[in-house]
């Protein structure tokens, strides 16, 4: 356990959380909680909310909610970037969409944007041949565990032209 997690764990328990919700948030067993706080007299005859005050997920810090306005989570942008940083395991993604690729034919999903024909190819579709005004194709060449990417002419394999960029 870091000192960072036992720090965590006073202030939570400070707060009148209980050793499940700590273990939960701090990504560790509970008895592990249970245990430190024994330890460290944090049990619950020990330990009573000193307030009712809605606190910071991250560092614990007292937040005045406004009335009729969403109830704030965190004190400050920096707490909600550490914390979700620290728990991606909790973002619920509603606006995931599949798709297949206009050019490459590839299926691919895209969150938020339900309109898109291209996958994350870089200029699909957007790319044309300097020599023959025909489209180029992305292509990826793997040797020895290093990826080139490059595009090519679709005019190649035809002989008629052999640009690459």
């Not at 606190?55 to 965190?74: L, S, T, Y």
């Not at 707490?79 to 050019?103: D, L, N, S």
């Not at 790319?127 to 595009?151: I, P, Q």
Request: glycine share 10%.
């Amino acid at each position: 356990m870091t000192d960072e997690q036992k720090e965590k764990i006073i202030r939570f328990r400070g707060m009148g959380r209980g050793y499940a919700a700590i273990g939960k948030e701090l990504g560790i067993p509970k008895d592990t909680v249970k245990s430190f706080c024994r330890r460290n007299g944090l049990t619950s005859a020990d330990v009573v909310a000193t307030d009712d005050k809605d606190r910071c997920c991250e560092c614990g810090v007292g937040i005045e909610q406004r009335p009729k306005m969403k109830k704030q989570v965190f004190c400050c942008k920096a707490c909600r970037e550490k914390w979700w940083t620290e728990h991606p395991e909790r973002i619920r993604q509603k606006a995931v969409y599949e798709f297949t690729c206009a050019k490459c034919g590839k299926a691919f999903t895209a969150y938020g944007n339900k309109k898109r024909k291209y996958c994350s190819h870089l200029f699909s579709g957007l790319l044309f041949c300097g020599d023959c005004k025909e489209s180029m194709y992305w292509r990826v060449n793997r040797y020895k565990g290093v990826a080139k990417t490059h595009f090519i002419c679709s005019t190649r394999n035809s002989g008629q032209g052999l640009t690459r960029t």
